[in-house]
């Protein structure tokens, strides 16, 4: 397994691309490789994440011992997740601390990331970080790795005093992964340049890594240089045509760049079919993200944004009593589609999930449907019922 594999896994893992990362992770474990086991990791995870666990119970029984920790702290996830049962539970918890004890250096690895990126617990992620240095003190390389992507993640300050970053050890790192996190946190703390200076070296490293062209394409987004991110966006989608990330930046950037023409219109659908094929988990809140961003930057363009109303219709229309996010984005976007009593309806419908964040919208689709007494009403109740939280 190459740098690179696994540079591609990690980035899609990091991304919610779990279908992605799944493939890459088996197409890997087709080559000759000495890692299997990460890789089987990598890959019972991602499937674990599209709600198949049974991989990962698998792995298990097969890893008694070294790598056996980050399997069972994602076994304790899921399972969570799931609403198992108590007994469940408190085995895994029971395996976890025998377990820690006798994990090795690739294990705590895997799990300060997973730590990270899927059940964001900051403290584990530290106490992995030291478990790390005590097996292998020279591995400062993926210490620096775990600590950046902590720095980029968190909203509390993880640097120790006596455990500075070391940017410039970062800088001179060979190890792509390594290297993304370092222009993550430029970018983070507002240092395009050196954010860029990070993301070119990988490019010279591996000109083919498209998630590089990505985030290169996003920094130029965040100066305002469409037309540059746009370029960059094609590059990494010419490279990756299924994979989410690539294709969603692609059309974002488009859309932003006002270069998305009506005849164009279909890669927003083959995007959006990518969700359904890939089977992308409601928790990843990739598509939902997704379906918010298009509605909200191609106001301007109503063949657009009725595309996105056909796809939360025809594909995700299950899941909006569960998401009240997109449910009200559904309804905001039937608005401004000029659809009032859609929209009217779907407001009422969100209404009983969750109505806090309800009233601007009920009333303006009110009277714009032409509802006005019933708007009147509206605003009337809500009054009183803000009179009752006063009082």
């Not at 397994?1 to 899609?12: C, F, G, H, N, T």
């Amino acid at each position: 397994m190459s740098d690179v594999d696994l540079a591609k896994i990690k980035y899609s893992f990091r991304h919610g691309c779990f279908h992605s990362a799944c493939q890459d992770a088996a197409n890997a474990l087709k080559k000759e490789s000495c890692n299997r086991e990460i890789l089987m990791y990598y890959k019972a995870v991602s499937r674990a994440m599209n709600g198949y666990v049974d991989d990962l119970e698998f792995l298990r029984k097969m890893n008694r011992g070294k790598l056996e920790y980050p399997i069972i702290c994602a076994l304790q996830y899921f399972y969570t997740k799931l609403d198992a049962n108590d007994h469940i539970l408190q085995k895994l918890k029971i395996g976890s601390t025998a377990a820690f004890l006798c994990i090795n250096a690739e294990g705590a690895i895997l799990a300060a990331e997973f730590s990270i990126w899927i059940s964001h617990n900051c403290f584990e992620t530290s106490r992995c970080l030291d478990k790390i240095s005590a097996l292998r003190p020279n591995a400062d390389t993926e210490i620096q790795r775990i600590r950046l992507w902590l720095q980029v993640v968190s909203d509390q300050e993880f640097v120790d005093i006596d455990k500075p970053l070391k940017l410039e050890c970062a800088g001179k790192s060979k190890d792509i992964d390594c290297l993304m996190a370092l222009a993550r946190y430029h970018e983070v703390k507002g240092n395009t340049t050196e954010a860029f200076n990070a993301l070119r070296k990988v490019k010279s490293l591996e000109s083919t890594f498209f998630p590089v062209f990505i985030e290169i394409s996003k920094l130029h987004l965040s100066m305002t240089n469409f037309a540059l991110a746009e370029e960059s966006s094609r590059i990494a989608a010419a490279m990756a045509t299924k994979h989410i990330e690539a294709q969603h930046t692609l059309v974002m950037t488009k859309l932003l760049n006002r270069s998305y023409k009506k005849e164009h219109h279909i890669d927003l659908q083959l995007l959006l079919q990518l969700f359904v094929n890939q089977k992308v988990p409601l928790h990843s809140k990739l598509w939902p993200r997704s379906l918010q961003l298009f509605s909200r930057i191609c106001g301007y363009d109503k063949a657009v944004l009725q595309v996105v109303v056909d796809t939360m219709i025809n594909i995700c229309g299950k899941s909006f009593p569960v998401d009240i996010s997109l449910s009200l984005e559904y309804a905001r976007t039937l608005r401004c589609l000029g659809r009032y009593g859609e929209a009217l309806s779907q407001y009422q419908v969100a209404s009983q999930i969750d109505d806090s964040h309800m009233a601007e919208g009920l009333v303006l689709c009110q009277v714009l449907n032409g509802d006005v007494e019933q708007a009147m009403q509206q605003i009337e109740f809500i009054e009183l019922m803000q009179e009752d939280n006063v009082s």
